[in-house]
Antibody
C-alpha cells in the first residue's frame, strides 16, 4: 500500500526556518515525481513545489520561489521541503503528494499524505 | 500564467439531485485537468484525471467532461457522502494551479 507520512510541522516565528519531511513507502520512490501542496486555514489548495523522480528538475510557485527548496533522498525514501524566511501567510497544512510518473508535467498527483501543520506567528 | 476559475464557489442541493461544477482555464490546457474531492477534515482524493477518466474506485455517479478551456464535474445523483469541497487542477505546464474550490452541501 502506498503511504506518505509528513512530519516537521511546528510553530515558528516570522523570518524563521523549518524543514518538512515526507516518508514514502509502498512504491519505488525514485520512479515518481513528488510535490508539496498547502492549504491555509479555511482556504483552498495551493500547489507549492514539485520535483522529478530523479531530483534533477524542480519547480516552485511564485509565492515561495527563492525561500523554499524541495529535495529528495532516494536512499531514505524521503521528500523534503526546506522553508526559509517564513511569513504569516505561509501558515497552512502542508501535504506531500505522489505523481503517477517520474515527471510532473502532463502527469497528476494520485496519492496524498495526511499533512503536517505549519504555523508562522510571533 | 493560466488561471483556473471554478463556479459556483458553493452550492446546496437535495439528495438525488444532479450537480454540475464548472472549471474554466484562462488559456487552453487540452485535457490536462484533474478533479479532487476533499471531505471535511480529510485529505484530498483524486476523482478524475485527463478531464474525463474516472480514478479506480470512484463511484460512477461522478463524471467529468471538457477540453481546452471549459470543464465540468457532474454528480448524477447527489448522495450524503458527497458533501465535500471539489477542486480542479491543471497539469499541462507552468504553475500547477488549482481552482478556488466548490463547496457542496446537502439542502
Amino acid at each position: 500500500e502506498v503511504q506518505l507520512l509528513e512530519s516537521g510541522g511546528d510553530l515558528v516565528q516570522p523570518g524563521g526556518s523549518l524543514r518538512l519531511s515526507c516518508a514514502a513507502s509502498g512504491f519505488t520512490f525514485s520512479n515518481y515525481a513528488m510535490s508539496w501542496v498547502r492549504q491555509a486555514p479555511g482556504k483552498g489548495l495551493e500547489w507549492v513545489s514539485s520535483i522529478t523522480g530523479s531530483g534533477d528538475s524542480t519547480y516552485y510557485a511564485d509565492s515561495v520561489k527563492g525561500r523554499f527548496t524541495i529535495s529528495r533522498d532516494s536512499s531514505k525514501n524521503t521528500l523534503y521541503l526546506q522553508m526559509n524566511s517564513l511569513r504569516a501567510e505561509d501558515t497552512a497544512v502542508y501535504y506531500c503528494a505522489k505523481y503517477n510518473s517520474e515527471y510532473y508535467y502532463h502527469y497528476y498527483m494520485d496519492v496524498w499524505g495526511k499533512g503536517t501543520t505549519v504555523t508562522v506567528s510571533s | 500564467d493560466i488561471q483556473m476559475t471554478q463556479s459556483p464557489s458553493s452550492l446546496s442541493a437535495s439528495v438525488g439531485d444532479r450537480v454540475t461544477i464548472t472549471c474554466r482555464a484562462s488559456q487552453g490546457i487540452n485535457n490536462y485537468l484533474t478533479w479532487y474531492q476533499q471531505k471535511p477534515g480529510k485529505v484530498p482524493k483524486l476523482l478524475i484525471y485527463a478531464a474525463s477518466t474516472l480514478q479506480s474506485g470512484v463511484p460512477s455517479r461522478f463524471s467529468g467532461s471538457g477540453y481546452g478551456t471549459d470543464f465540468t464535474l457532474t454528480i448524477s445523483s447527489l448522495q450524503p457522502e458527497d458533501v465535500a469541497s471539489y477542486y480542479c487542477q491543471k497539469y499541462n505546464s507552468g504553475p500547477l494551479t488549482f481552482g478556488g474550490g466548490t463547496k457542496v452541501e446537502i439542502k
